[in-house]
């Protein structure tokens, strides 16, 4: 069972997971924009990973008799310099829910709220993949700087990145511990 304060932070944290899908659609509506298709895919498989966080933590507030409570999502920006820009947002983003799954730990420590605790875990295992992953592409893409045929390789090589979450949440997440890149 989930007190009122751990409630009202797991949902807190929903829309911030929910944000942050949006912000990386965002960010593959641009890269569309550009021709990227890499990129697009990229940002897109962050989105769809963003999603399964969100119901993830959904279906936990529920599986606890917790109640959900959605509130309005903010409008993430559209337009960005250069794909170095969208990392680097998307790295300072990332140390921003670092920061916000850091906050719902200690919350439920303080809470003694045990199985919170368990269920967190996955996300700052998760969050410290998220941080490597953005700053090995931001190495690349400053490797790359102003070169052109470096950035469509770049490109290309994301664009073979795949989906390891569901895409589907019509029958739930299950709590399976699939995660993400």
Request: charged share 20%; glycine share 4%.
């Given at each position: 069972m989930l007190t009122p304060k751990m409630e009202a932070e797991l949902n807190e944290q929903v829309n911030k997971e929910m944000y942050s899908a949006y912000l990386y659609m965002a960010m593959s509506a641009h890269c569309e924009g550009l021709g990227l298709k890499g990129f697009t895919n990229w940002f897109m498989i962050q989105y769809?990973?963003?999603?399964?966080?969100?119901?993830?933590?959904?279906?936990?507030?529920?599986?606890?008799?917790?109640?959900?409570?959605?509130?309005?999502?903010?409008?993430?920006?559209?337009?960005?310099?250069?794909?170095?820009?969208?990392?680097?947002?998307?790295?300072?983003?990332?140390?921003?829910?670092?920061?916000?799954?850091?906050n719902l730990m200690d919350t439920a420590i303080a809470e003694k709220d045990h199985a919170t605790q368990i269920f967190l875990q996955w996300y700052v295992t998760e969050q410290v993949e998220e941080e490597e992953n953005d700053n090995d592409i931001i190495t690349q893409l400053e490797m790359v700087k102003d070169h052109p045929h470096a950035l469509l390789m770049l490109d290309r090589e994301l664009s073979g990145r795949q989906a390891n979450v569901p895409l589907d949440f019509s029958k739930g997440v299950g709590g399976d511990d699939e995660g993400g890149d």
């Open positions: 769809h990973e963003e999603m399964y966080h969100a119901m993830k933590m959904y279906e936990y507030i529920h599986s606890q008799g917790g109640t959900v409570t959605l509130k309005a999502i903010n409008e993430p920006p559209t337009d960005f310099e250069s794909p170095l820009d969208m990392f680097k947002k998307t790295l300072a983003h990332e140390q921003f829910v670092t920061q916000s799954i850091n």
